[in-house]
């Protein structure tokens, strides 16, 4: 069965860093583009960032473009998410999403983590 | 402001259709294939129920479905079900690398 399970959330003061990290079991890792996604309380979703199946490639939504690093670490079926420069409005639920395989774009993910809460207090 | 635009509420009773839908522009929804649509309920994980416009993952009950015409993408809800009320989320990919999802849809069941 697969499953994803996020961690690393937690509480950051603005301008500060913080690494979530999401494990994979139950496929082939490394065949798979991965995402983040995010959901700040009581919105919608925002995709966030894409990661080609063999890590060449990365991808960013315009609000977190240069300060967000999205990266994999295929021998330990992790991917991370490096956040940077941390503001109030990226307060949410950071999930991280299967997709499908051999993908070097960002189209549709099956199936999400559990997500991870990230509070960056104003 | 969301890339896509979806109502942001749709209602029908038991055993009634709804359509839902997802309007972009010739950049999005409008030049690809590759619209999906993740069904949420309060408090749980995105779910995805539809992907490439039209196609259903192993699971997914027959009652959903998709289309798209032009710049507007559509889900139905058929037979509608209690369980079937929830949060319900477009996307589309944009070109360029990029990624945009609708604002959601709560669906209500009467």
């Known amino acids: 069965q697969e499953h994803l399970v996020e961690s690393g959330g937690g509480v950051v003061q603005p301008g500060g860093s913080l690494r979530l990290s999401c494990a994979a079991s139950?496929?082939?890792?490394?065949?798979?583009?991965m995402t983040w996604v995010r959901q700040a309380p009581g919105k919608g979703l925002e995709w966030v960032a894409f990661?080609?199946?063999?890590?060449?490639?990365?991808y960013y939504g315009d609000s977190v473009e240069g300060r967000f690093t999205i990266s994999r670490d295929n021998s330990k079926n992790t991917l991370y998410l490096q956040m940077n420069s941390l503001r109030p409005e990226d307060t949410a639920v950071y999930y991280c999403?299967?997709?499908?395989?051999?993908?070097?774009?960002?189209?549709?993910?099956?199936?999400w983590g559990q997500g991870t809460l990230v509070t960056v207090p104003s | 402001q969301s890339a896509l635009t979806q109502p942001p509420s749709a209602s029908g009773s038991p055993g009634q259709s709804v359509t839902i839908s997802c309007t972009g522009t010739?950049?999005?929804?409008?030049?690809?294939?590759?619209v999906s649509w993740y069904q949420q309920h309060p408090g749980k994980v995105p779910k995805l129920i539809i992907y490439?416009?039209?196609k259903r993952p192993s699971g997914i009950s027959d009652r959903f479905s998709g289309s798209k015409s032009g710049n507007t993408a559509s889900l139905t809800v058929s037979g509608l079900q209690a369980e079937d009320e929830a949060d319900y989320y477009c996307?589309?990919?944009?070109?360029?690398?990029?990624?945009?999802f609708g604002g959601g849809t709560k669906l209500t069941v009467l």
């Open positions: 999403a299967k997709g499908d395989i051999w993908s070097g774009y960002p189209s549709w993910f099956d199936p």
């Open positions: 139950g496929f082939t890792f490394s065949s798979h583009g």
């Open positions: 990661i080609r199946f063999d890590g060449a490639n990365q």
């Open positions: 010739s950049g999005d929804v409008g030049a690809y294939n590759h």
């Open positions: 490439e416009v039209t």
């Open positions: 996307t589309s990919y944009a070109g360029s690398n990029n990624l945009f």
